[in-house]
């Protein structure tokens, strides 16, 4: 029997505005677009990468109609995303004037130095790499 193997994580974020949430994301933090509904003008969903990181923007409404059962309430919590780097000072350099940083760089007791973003929808992205 085949053990099944997890190859990647996309996470669905919803959006206000998939068209600004782009814009930020690729000329912010440098992903680039891969797929859009519709493919011009006024997107419901978007795919945009970096490197093997993909992430995906949508608007409510649009999520609604393609998941009805899907139910919203005040249970669940936002989260963050962790995300591994490499080049985290690089990286720092290159976003602290354009973003809005959340969490100053910083070491951990856990052997990482890190730093967070908060995007323009109120997602935080930590960035991190292992302490040499």
Known sequence: MN?????????????????KTVEYYTKTLGFRLIASVPETGIYNWAMVMRDGITMMFQLLSSLKEDLPELKFNSNGSLGTFYIKVRGLDSLYESLKDKAEIAVDLRSTFYGAREFAIKDLDGYFLMFAEDAK
């Open 3 to 19: 053990t099944p193997k997890f190859e990647s994580l996309s996470p669905n974020l919803i959006t206000a505005d998939v068209n």
